[in-house]
């Protein structure tokens, strides 16, 4: 089965420092995806990797793939508040039709 | 808009009723899936149709649960016999087989008293 471990959980950071979330996976994949959800709101697609070595930015966010570490980071660069959101990544599970397998979330507060 | 919708947004029942919900995906998607989220959790799979063909079912999508995809257009979601632990946000996404992102609409949530 396929797992997908983010950490940490809950980040409180203040604004203007940089901070990485770390998102691990157990088996085989060259496809990660971060996902933004704002409370009471749906899931909006951040980030798209399709390989080892994927690096992509948008902003003061940028994510970054190792499929042989089995790894992907989302950094944060100079905290703003309106970065506050939880931040999912998920790795796309094949028997599942190629379904997300989500991790549980990152709680990110970007506080003054 | 040509995103994903869903409706009803919300919905309360009380334990034992039937609740339906239903997604239309975005119009050129061929993939449509259910994913179901409790609070502080990440959305889980449920299941999901390629066209109008349901290929895959989660253990999660208990006997009580049923979807559908007539034509391979919108879908439908149903929980018989609601269960206080069926409260939770049902996400139903759409997604082209090449890409593979998905697209998520604003989700249904339920509430059994």
Redesign the interface.
Known sequence: ELK?EQNPLFLSMQEGKNYTIYCNYSTTSD?L?W?RQDPG?????LF?LLSNGAVKQEGRLMASLDTKARLSTLHITAAVHDLSATY?C?V??V???????????TSLLVTP | DTGVSQNPRHKITKRGQNVTFRCDPISEHNRLYWYRQTLGQGPEFLTYFQNEAQLEKSRLLSDRFSAERPKGSFSTLEIQRTEQGDSAMYLCASSLVITGELFFGEGSRLTVL
Do not use: H, Q, T
């Open positions: 997908v496809r995806y996902y709101k749906s899931l909006e697609s798209v999912f998920a796309e599970e028997r599942s039709g190629y379904a997300l397998n989500f991790g549980k979330g």
